[in-house]
């Protein structure tokens, strides 16, 4: 930069000056915090577990999501499978065949709430009966971990909330980005002022598959006399037989959230986690439409929503129609954080002038302007630094999923409270009924607190 230049390509090169140690940055693994699965498989999970730490877990639903969960449970040191309950004949057979030996299984939930044996238990149920088996396990005295998103309606939230103090139980929601190492940096730099005041949270990601979309292939099998429909239905409308509403339930309202309930709410848990939120935002508008999957859903294929929190603003973008990566950055004063492809980046910005802004001015009273200023502002030889900058990514096998599983058995053999707790997992599902009622009412969104309601 010349003694004299303000342009803003030299104000631009000055800039780069303090961002490009990042992209010339090593990359920094990070290490699991103390009690993480992975630090603790390398070392005491070697040895077997002694019949006396062995958590006994039973499962209430065994689909795509619950499917995965119990795989990744009984391969956890401690953990066992002792029983499983799904409505549809398959997935009972699906649960042992996982399991690899002979365990009940049963179309009632209640008869594992009653088992003795059952320490704890997993539900991976559409949103509509989350409530209802959350709030039976805590009253028969079993932890539980629910998928997100925690409820169904708002009031339910709170009914989950009451029924886990009330018995002293672990209510543990399954968002696993609570238990993200990369997420946890996030925390910490945010914490530490790494990028200053933040003002503003941009989110967003794409899908462009059917499977993506939620239209998953119906069993070849599925009948009323394969699957519970009557008793799956619940609370929910009465409506005949429907083999794509079961397989695909994402896509209509009397069952789930659509995308602010699928995929809101893993960017929303990220969000409140790192930024340390523990209320619902304060309002939020959402825009989206229709567009692509024409196929009966009731719920929305694009959805934007732009959220009002107490320190700064979140915009969220999710559309089912053209794939991109996800990211979510949190801009601020001195600098931007972004996680990308599960990898955490800081780029530093000064946040001051690279060079004396004098626009429009006469050429001697600038010249004069700008030599005061680099008098006063250039560096002296030898006083400049390195600019604080990295890329930070999980080791390698890191899998959150099983990081966040283990951290509810944890909780189950230790009593120590959850990483994501039903306070944590009501405001971030309270979030995505707001991004709902602002986009089918076509309004603002507004939390009343002492209320505990959704306005206009």
């Known amino acids: 930069m ?12 000055g800039a780069a000056r303090a961002t490009g140690a990042t992209l010339a940055a090593k990359t920094i693994l990070l290490e ?30 065994v689909g795509m999501q619950g499917s995965g969960l119990l795989n990744t449970s009984i391969h956890l040191p401690g953990v066992e499978c002792v029983a499983a309950c799904d409505l549809y004949d398959g997935r009972q057979t699906l649960a042992k065949q996982i399991v690899e030996k002979e365990i009940p299984t049963t179309r009632r939930y209640k008869e594992l709430l009653d088992n003795k044996e059952i320490d704890c238990m997993i539900a991976a149920v559409p949103d509509h009966w989350h409530k209802q088996i959350v709030v039976d396990a805590c009253n028969a005295g ?35 980005r609570r238990s993200s190492v990369v997420y946890a940096k996030a925390k910490e730099l945010l914490d530490q002022g790494a990028v200053g005041d933040v003002c503003l949270v941009e989110a967003h990601m794409g899908r462009n598959d059917p499977c993506g979309a939620w239209q998953y292939t119906v069993p070849p099998d599925l009948s009323p006399e394969t699957v519970d429909w009557e008793t799956w239905l619940g609370d929910a409308p009465k409506h005949a037989f429907d083999p794509l509403r079961w397989t695909r339930w994402r896509c209509w309202q009397d069952y789930g959230e659509g995308i602010p309930g699928d995929l809101f709410v893993h960017i929303l848990t990220g969000i409140h986690y790192i930024a340390g939120i523990t209320a619902p935002p304060q309002r939020a508008y959402s825009m989206g439409g229709l567009f692509r999957w024409k196929d009966g859903r009731d719920v929305p294929d694009v959805m934007t929503t732009v959220y009002d929190y107490s320190n700064f603003r979140a915009t969220l973008r999710v559309t089912l129609n053209s794939e991109t990566e996800e990211v979510t950055r949190f801009l601020g004063t001195k600098g931007i954080l972004e996680i990308r492809n599960e990898a ?89 009924h707001m991004a709902n009622y602002s986009y089918f009412k076509k309004t603002a969104a507004v939390w009343n607190a002492g209320a505990k309601r959704i306005e206009s």
């Open 142 to 176: 079993k932890d539980v971990y629910c998928e997100k998103p925690m409820t169904h309606h708002v009031s339910e939230g709170f009914e989950i909330i009451a029924a886990a103090e009330k018995n002293n139980r672990i209510v543990q929601i399954g968002s696993q």
């Open 344 to 432: 955490l980046s800081l780029y530093p910005q000064g946040g001051v002038d690279y060079g004396p802004c004098a626009p429009g001015w006469p050429r001697k009273m600038k010249t004069e302007y700008a030599e005061k200023w680099h008098d006063e502002h250039d560096p002296k030889p030898g006083t400049e630094s390195a600019v604080a900058a990295a890329r930070y990514a999980a080791p390698p096998d890191y899998n959150q999923d099983r990081e966040h599983l283990w951290n509810y058995f944890q909780s189950a053999r230790t009593r120590r409270p959850s990483v994501e707790d039903a306070h944590f997992g009501n405001n971030t599902a309270i979030a995505c």
């Open 2 to 13: 010349s003694k004299h230049g303000i342009s803003r390509r030299d104000f631009m090169r």
């Open 32 to 61: 699991p915090g103390p009690g993480g699965c992975l630090s603790w498989a390398m070392g005491a999970a070697a040895k077997p577990v002694p019949p006396s730490d062995t958590i006994r877990m039973g499962i209430i639903g």
